[in-house]
């Protein structure tokens, strides 16, 4: 059973770090990659950061060079390490991922966790 659980989020001033963790069981992150999608109050989920199976990695242009995706693979977790906070950074985050599974696709999304920036 493919399951997802993020953990690591919080309320931290703006200019702070946060590293967010999502810990995979199920399956290999490596096999299938994994992303981080946000959402904020009244807006529209974003995808934020991305990294494949290769190990290739893609953000959106707002978090460029101030967060960085990598996959743990002893612990089997998706970190998102995010630096320079700024308050357009507060929303739930999600890590999702689609996982080939028993002959079909699954589309598997974590619960989300709570990121704050603000003083």
């Known amino acids: 059973q493919v399951q997802l659980e993020e953990s690591g989020g919080g309320l931290v001033q703006p200019g702070g770090s946060l590293r967010l963790s999502c810990a995979a069981s199920?399956?290999?992150?490596?096999?299938?990659?994994m992303r981080w999608l946000r959402q904020a109050p009244g807006k529209e989920r974003e995808l934020v950061a991305v990294i494949d199976n290769h190990g290739d990695t893609n953000y959106v242009d707002s978090v460029k060079g101030r967060f960085t995706i990598s996959v743990e693979h002893i612990k089997n977790t998706a970190d998102l390490q995010m630096n320079s906070l700024k308050p357009e950074d507060t929303a739930v985050y999600y890590c999702n991922t689609r996982v080939f599974m028993n002959g079909r696709w699954g589309d598997y999304w974590g619960q989300g966790t709570q990121v704050t920036v603000s003083s």
């Open positions: 199920g399956f290999l992150i490596r096999s299938f990659g």
